[in-house]
């Protein structure tokens, strides 16, 4: 996901999004654990988005 893509969703959209990707972590962490896990850079891109998230809702509290 890109900044630009987070641009036109609101606040709760964005939270959802925060929490899909925790779970999604959670998942890959688990997959892992069990060996069934493949692409194991997955887990950087998942951490980098919730940032990009995070980050981006920062900036709309500061501008609100």
Not at 24 to 29: A, C, D, P, S
Not at 43 to 63: C, G, S
Request: hydrophobic residues 35%; without cysteine; charged residues 40%.
């Amino acid at each position: 996901m890109k900044y630009q893509d987070l641009k036109g969703k609101t606040v709760d959209e964005l939270t959802k999004l925060i929490a899909e990707r925790k779970k999604e972590v959670f998942n890959l962490r688990f997959r892992k654990s069990t060996g069934e896990l493949d692409k194991t850079h997955r887990f950087a891109q998942v951490r980098k988005e919730i940032a990009r998230i995070q980050t981006y809702l920062t900036t709309l509290e500061e501008a609100a």
